[in-house]
């Protein structure tokens, strides 16, 4: 199987203290993944390492795709900018068209059915502070939608939201998996990446397992993942490990 990452001996550290170890994997192409992990196991630390966001990245990684999407939690998003929903979706093309710019008739279209697809017909001029948790991930995953991109990285997509919404979700994500995107996602509901999500990484700042689901989130390995979770030694220092980045 294609890998679309490739990680070797990778460490993140943040005020020179490590928060994932030395994880050496490979994340499958045009395929569903999840990263689980303790609370604290650095899941959501790998995807930003993997993104070029963290402060101190040592060791390879290796990346197949042209472009990535990129999905953060939504405590991170600042909701009070005066933006409504359409331009937020238009912003999935921000890179084509830049900051003076104007969208195409072909964006806008674009932008109105990925809307439609995402359950939001009739929100296009709403303010995006006005929307509910839900409502508002749903304009997030639009605006993935018009960003097209092969590798898609998505950080608790269904944290705090209600079961319709991540049901309707769930049917987007596994469009991009029929289209033959990958797609990883940070996740804490395990009956959920049982049942949707066919390859899992667990994390517990060092890797306990990647590969087949099943296998990964086995008893034993949950076992050592909380055993290794409860062994943490916060004040340990950085390792020393060049860093290399792949295309």
């Not at 303010?127 to 509910?132: T, W």
Request: charged share 25%; hydrophobic share 45%.
């Amino acid at each position: 199987m294609t890998a679309a990452l490739r990680l070797t001996n990778l460490t993140v550290s943040y005020d020179r203290r490590p928060a994932v170890h030395h994880v050496s994997a490979e994340i499958p192409a045009g395929e569903m993944t999840a990263i689980v992990g303790p609370n604290g196991a650095g899941k959501s630390t790998l995807l930003k390492a993997l993104l070029g966001l963290a402060p101190r990245v040592e060791g390879r990684i290796e990346c197949t795709a042209k472009r990535i999407a990129y999905l953060p939690q939504q405590a991170e998003i600042d909701r009070s900018f005066p933006i409504s929903v359409l331009d937020t979706v238009l912003l999935g093309r921000w890179s084509r068209f830049g900051v003076f710019g104007a969208a195409r008739p072909a964006d806008l279209d674009d932008a109105w059915r990925a809307i439609e697809s995402v359950g939001l017909s009739g929100f296009e001029r709403r303010p995006i502070d006005s929307l509910s948790v839900g409502q508002f991930q749903r304009v997030l995953f639009a605006r993935l939608l018009l960003q097209d991109a092969d590798l898609v990285l998505l950080d608790e997509p269904f944290a705090a939201i209600d079961s319709k919404t991540v049901t309707d979700l769930m049917v987007v994500i596994r469009r991009w998996r029929e289209e033959k995107r990958t797609v990883v996602a940070v996740l804490h509901d395990f009956d959920q990446v049982r049942r949707d999500f066919p390859h899992a990484l667990l994390l517990a700042r060092e890797l306990v397992d990647a590969g087949p689901t099943a296998r990964v989130l086995s008893s034993e390995n949950l076992l050592r993942a909380r055993a290794m979770a409860e062994a943490w030694d916060d004040n340990a220092g950085a390792c020393d490990v060049p860093m290399r980045l792949s295309a």
